[in-house]
């Protein structure tokens, strides 16, 4: 059942909630659309905002729209509707522009985008009755007086508050998981918004004046919709499709800058490489779609444990990496084990059971093991192979032995882990399982770096990394006690 009705499969407050908002917004327009006398005057004006909104939605249609939620301009012809028409006309304004989404621009969940016509509507209906109650006569609009002004701009606040609540009660039933600061507005959300109230409100006063002058308020809103688009477009370039986190290639963008940045300002930082503990187990067990939930789970779990300016993407597989800036060995270690034990405690629900999973976590410091992120990322590699190797679901960080026989202590990776780290960056060294173990070889001089071409095939890489974590001592984090 869920299959054919997408809304059914959702949670049951969810389904009542949105079933709620379309049931008021269908009820409205035949209430509403019943006291509503027919003019050809108010027709005419509908039409002609209807169709600058399919003109702008056409303009950026080979742009294409970003997956999830997205952001337009098309307010600045829903708020004219509410200014200069009747109430019926602000509910009915939706639907014709959500249909032209849905069919021209990128097909979605059918009941989104009734949900989404349903609370514009309703929205747009607040908005205009507000607005007519203080503003008879449509003349004040056009001789734009300051009373006009004023109800226009406090109806699209109103529009907006209302719209915006609508949306983000409906996203929080959805995942309660999501804090309401999340779903409601932050810096770009605002601006963005304070954006479509002055669009709305000029397009209102340019369409209350004289209808003609729509064909010069279309240009400057079809490029403002192109840009923005474009900017949204960019943004989802760089992030990974699945879990929301930056990709390999942005984070490591964003990690040089910070690299640069730390070592210009003396500062220290920390490299997580965090992988999920036999995630080839889940997805043969339970299929791709379950693995790509727990994905998305580890996701949620890092971003909540994380700082807003820490580095966390996905680098491929079901391995993640963070970066924490201004972290030394202490802190670094301490934030390891708290998401390792955030995630060991997480619980991702089936069909048929639950399923928990663990994490191990190689660590390494900027002013121990490296000062470039070639050499971070080869550091925490090979303390990733190590928590593998010592029974998984630990931290660990990278070691050399101590010349003269003494305890393991923390140091820069030896030079043949950094090259075959560098012939594999951007992808998951760590997700083939190492070699069976084999005899011990000859020590390696630590002094002497073993020759690891960047054009050698993976299996040699891996047979390098493989002896060079078993022959070489580390130091290991033992697991945090549960709390």
């Given amino acids: 059942m869920a ?13 009542v909630y949105l079933c709620g908002i379309v049931v008021l917004h269908v009820g409205g ?14 027709v005419a004006t509908f039409v002609a905002l209807m169709a600058c909104g399919a003109v702008c939605i056409e303009a950026t249609r080979r742009l294409g729209m970003p997956a999830g939620v997205s952001r337009d301009l098309l307010s600045a012809w829903w708020l004219p509707v509410a200014l200069l028409l009747p109430p019926f006309y602000a509910l009915l304004a939706p639907i014709p522009l959500q249909i032209l989404l849905q069919t021209r621009v990128r097909q979605t969940v059918l009941y989104r985008r009734v949900c989404s016509s349903a609370a514009i509507g309703l929205a747009g209906l607040t908005a205009s009755v507000v607005f007519h109650t203080a503003v008879d006569e449509r003349i ?6 300051p009373t006009a002004i004023a109800m226009a701009v406090v109806a699209a606040l109103l529009f907006t508050v209302i719209n915006t609540a609508l949306i983000a009660v409906a996203a929080h039933l959805a995942d309660p998981d999501i804090g309401w600061r999340a779903v409601l507005w932050d810096r770009e959300s605002l601006l963005l918004d304070i954006v479509e109230l002055c669009l709305g409100v000029l397009v209102g006063l340019a369409c209350g004046l004289n209808v003609a002058l729509l064909v010069l308020a279309l240009p400057p809103v079809v490029l403002l919709q192109r840009s923005l688009l474009h900017a949204q477009l960019q943004a989802a370039a760089r992030t990974d499709p699945k879990t929301g986190l930056l990709n390999a290639a942005a984070w490591q963008r964003e990690a040089d800058t910070e690299i640069v940045r730390a070592r210009r300002t003396g500062d220290t930082l920390g490299l997580l490489i965090i992988d999920i503990d036999h995630f080839k187990r889940v997805n043969d067990r339970f299929g791709h779609l379950v693995g790509d939930q727990v994905l998305i789970e580890v996701a949620k779990a890092l971003r909540g444990q994380l700082r807003e300016y820490d580095v966390v993407g996905r680098f491929g597989g079901e391995e993640f990496v963070v970066l924490l800036p201004g972290a030394d060995l202490a802190e670094a270690h301490r934030v390891a084990e708290r998401l390792r034990t955030r995630i060991g405690r997480m619980a991702v629900p089936t069909d048929h059971e639950v399923i928990t999973v663990t994490v191990s976590v190689g660590l390494a410091i900027s002013t121990v093991h490296g000062d470039d992120l070639l050499d971070l990322l080869a550091a925490a590699d090979l303390a990733l192979y190590r928590a593998k ?9 990278p070691a050399v032995p101590v010349p003269g026989g003494g305890t393991p202590a923390a140091a820069p990776v030896p030079a043949p882990i950094a090259g075959a780290k560098s012939a594999t960056l951007g992808t998951s060294t760590t997700q083939a399982a190492p070699p069976e173990p084999v005899s011990p070889p000859e020590p390696v001089d630590a002094a002497e770096p073993v020759e690891t071409s960047a054009d050698a095939d993976g299996a040699a890489v891996r047979e390098a990394v493989h002896e060079a974590v078993r022959e070489e ?5 033992p697991p945090a006690a549960p709390s």
């Avoid at 299959?3 to 389904?15: F, I, N, Y």
């Avoid at 209430?31 to 050809?40: D, K, M, Q």
């Fill in 140 to 145: 004040e609009l056009r001789t734009a007086t």
């Fill in 29 to 42: 327009i035949v209430y509403v659309g019943s006291e509503t006398a027919l003019r050809w005057a108010d």
């Fill in 389 to 397: 190797e010592l029974g998984r679901d630990r931290t660990c960080l």
């Fill in 3 to 15: 299959d054919r009705w997408p809304l059914l499969g959702q949670r049951w407050a969810l389904v």
């Fill in 473 to 477: 001592a580390a130091w290991q984090v």
